[in-house]
């Protein structure tokens, strides 16, 4: 039987308004609620030192919780001028070692833009700045995830991600549903068949192991023509997706994928819902 993980992005509002403060605290929190995995949220930059790093991923291994890590927003695979582009290399090396320092298995890296370039040349430019990571970086057991993203005018259509990630053995899919949802202006993921066709193209892409341990991110984004506008919460029923199609997928296919939610304020609570949902198909 498939063995889904599910975690937050990042601590919800109800942990700090429980009065605790310190993310190193998060790994007992989400175990005591049932959780198994939680994505450790560098969007804005690396802040943490080693120290802090490093016992944030000892209370994990203690409570047996998954960790991943979200590389900086300001990474630009597919930036038009080489400095930047050297600077997101330099990120992500860094993304890499704190990893190493929680104990994350998989790093999540924003694919870049194609808003002024034609996408073509946008994938060309990531293509060259993932060869020279993978260069760079050496041997790692850490996967770089690259990250289906929401925005129209951004790299990071399920296909544009699949064919990064042939680069090297080192990528793997990072599938947002809500992304993938928002940048087709909603109804991409109307039933379980919608889901599973996602499952069945990273396998044949990739292969199926890759397909079978998925790492997700999950939750309900509003849209607009242009794309991703905001992340909401799953109680949301005015944009999707919905997740109960997507958990019937999980459990026709004896999938174990770790879904991160990325819920608005409430990321642990809906990772549990979702749990939930997924195992009340079990009974």
């Known amino acids: 039987m498939g063995n889904p993980l599910f975690g937050p992005a990042g601590n919800s509002d109800s942990f700090y308004a429980g009065g605790l403060k310190h993310t190193y605290q998060a790994p007992a929190w989400l175990a005591s609620m049932g959780l198994g995995a939680y994505e450790y949220q560098a969007g804005n930059g690396l802040t943490a030192g080693e120290a802090t790093l490093r016992r944030i991923g000892e209370e994990a291994k203690k409570y047996n919780i998954a960790m991943s890590l979200h590389t900086p927003y300001f990474i630009s695979l597919s930036g038009t001028n080489p400095e930047i582009r050297a600077k997101s ?3 992500i090396l860094q993304s890499l070692r704190a990893a190493e320092f929680l104990g994350a298995d998989i790093i999540v890296i924003h694919t870049g833009s194609a808003a002024k370039i034609s996408r073509g040349e946008a994938l060309a430019l990531a293509r060259d700045t993932l060869e020279k990571t993978v260069e760079a970086a050496g041997d790692t057991r850490i996967k770089l995830g690259l990250e289906t993203m929401g925005k129209v005018n951004q790299l990071g259509t399920l296909d544009e991600v699949l064919d990064l990630c042939k680069i090297s053995p080192c990528f793997v899919p990072v599938v947002d549903f809500g992304h993938l949802n928002a940048r087709g202006a909603g109804g991409q993921f109307p039933d379980a068949d919608s889901y599973a066709r996602v499952f069945d193209t ?3 892409r990739l ?7 998925l790492h997700c991110h999950f939750s ?4 607009t023509q242009a794309g991703e506008r905001r992340h909401l919460t799953l109680s949301d029923e005015v944009y999707g997706p919905d997740f109960l199609p997507l958990a019937e997928t999980i459990v026709r296919y004896d999938l174990s994928p770790r879904i991160i939610c990325e819920s608005d304020g409430t990321m642990a609570e809906d990772a549990l819902a979702m749990q939930e949902i997924y195992r009340s198909l079990l009974r």
């Open 207 to 213: 292969g199926e192991d890759i397909a079978i341990n």
């Open 202 to 204: 990273i396998a044949d």
């Open 220 to 223: 309900k984004i509003e849209y």
């Open 89 to 91: 290399i330099h990120y």
